[in-house]
Structures are given as C-alpha cells and as structure tokens.
C-alpha cells in the first residue's frame, strides 16, 4: 500500500462550486501534513498546513482525521485561477526518507 | 515566507554531458534539501535526500553514482547528472526546509537531452 494516495481526478466543477479533496496515508505515525498547489510547469507552492483543529483561510478549509489517517482540502466559491494540481504532504517524523506526498488531484474549473 | 533558487531554470544538452544544478536557500539555514524528479502528468518523485555534511540518502532505483549530491553548506545544494541521457530529461525540483517541517520549493529546473 502506498504511504499517501489521492484521487488524481480530474476533477472539472463550474466556477463557483464547492470541491472537496481527500488524501488517505497509511502510517499512524505520521505527524505533519500539507497541501500544496502546483500549477503546470511550476514548482508546488505551499497552500496550507494541515492542524489537528482543522484551520481555515479564506475560502480554503483543512482538516485532519486521525482515526480515519485521511486529510481533506474544501474549497468554497470555486474560482478559476484555482484550476491546479493539489498535492498532499505526509512527514512522518524526523530523519531521512519521512516525506511522502500523493500523487496529486488534477482541478479543472470551468467558467 | 522562505525563498528557495535553482540555477539554471534550464538547461538543453547533447548526450553524454555532465549537468550541474543548484539549489540554494536564500533567507534560511536549510539542514535538509531535498531533489525530486517530475515526468509530464505524473506526480513529484523523491530522488534523494540532502543534509549539510553528510552523504546524501538516495531512495530506492535512483542511482547514486549517475545523480550526485552535494551538501557543501547549510543554503547550497548541488545535483549533478552525469553523462546524461535523453531519458533523464524531467523537470528537477529541489526543496529546502529548515527543521523537515514545510518544505519550500525552487522554481525547478527543466533538463532537455538531445
């Protein structure tokens, strides 16, 4: 089983719409998560880290399940210049080779 | 927020070349960087990873001796890909990251082999 997996998507949803993301690891271990965004043919760029309380920016809200070992990412008021790949982190801990990310959700938002 | 450079943005080489690229940490003291690899439509992969003054970890089928590590200094980190082929054409993105918390990307290096 792979450490993180993600749904690749596509996921195509009209401007203004909500989209929910999830990312499942397997390791309980683990202990920091993130989510970046990475347009094509950029690098990704952090978009938020993820906190055990959920935690909330704008129209981007992140949480944690631990008993579940899956992180989501909701997006509220889908806007195009949101159309990017999301990709989730998973840190398990300190040391090398405790960086895991997914493979990557593919959003598309269609005016 | 931290600020990470990769130079050269890209590169286009003849086969069988030596091909250097760096990745520094310009505002913080980056104790890991890390190199990943990126194919066309596919997801980052982890080729190894960089501490200061140390050897770096290589994950697993990267090969050691084709993709040299060096990490001379706590903002510089060197890959070099030597005597690249045209299968090594990919975009090379480092990260840097001051405690393995966030990782802050550069902007990636896109090596073309003819």
């Known amino acids: 089983r792979k450490e993180v997996e993600q749904d690749p998507g596509p996921f195509n949803v009209p401007e203004g719409a909500t989209v929910a993301f999830n990312c499942t690891y397997s390791?309980?271990?683990?202990?920091?998560f993130f989510w970046y965004r990475q347009d094509c043919r950029k690098e990704p760029k952090l978009l938020m880290s993820?906190?055990?309380s959920g935690n909330e920016d704008g129209r981007f809200t992140a949480q944690l399940n631990r008993a579940s070992q899956y992180i989501s990412l909701l997006i509220r008021d889908s806007k195009l210049s949101d159309s990017a790949t999301y990709l989730c982190?998973?840190?398990?801990?300190?040391?090398?080779?405790?960086?895991?990310f997914g493979t990557g959700t593919r959003l598309t938002v269609i005016p | 927020g931290a600020v990470v450079s990769q130079h050269p943005s890209w590169v286009i080489c003849k086969s069988g070349t030596s091909v250097k690229i760096e990745c520094r940490s310009l505002?913080?003291?980056?104790?890991?960087m890390f190199w990943y690899r990126q194919f066309p439509k596919q997801s980052l992969m982890l080729m190894a990873t960089s501490n200061e003054g140390s050897k770096a970890t290589y994950e697993q089928g990267v090969e050691k001796d084709k993709f040299l590590i060096n990490h001379a200094s706590l903002t510089l980190s060197t890959l070099t890909v030597t005597s690249a082929h045209p299968e090594d054409s990919s975009f090379y993105i480092c990260?840097?990251?001051?405690?393995?918390?966030?990782?802050?990307f550069g902007p990636g290096t896109r090596l073309l082999v003819l």
């Open positions: 505002d913080f003291q980056a104790t890991t």
């Open positions: 982190v998973v840190i398990r801990g300190t040391g090398a080779n405790n960086l895991f």
């Open positions: 390791n309980s271990a683990s202990q920091s």
């Open positions: 990260s840097a990251s001051r405690d393995l918390g966030t990782q802050y």
């Open positions: 993820v906190y055990s």
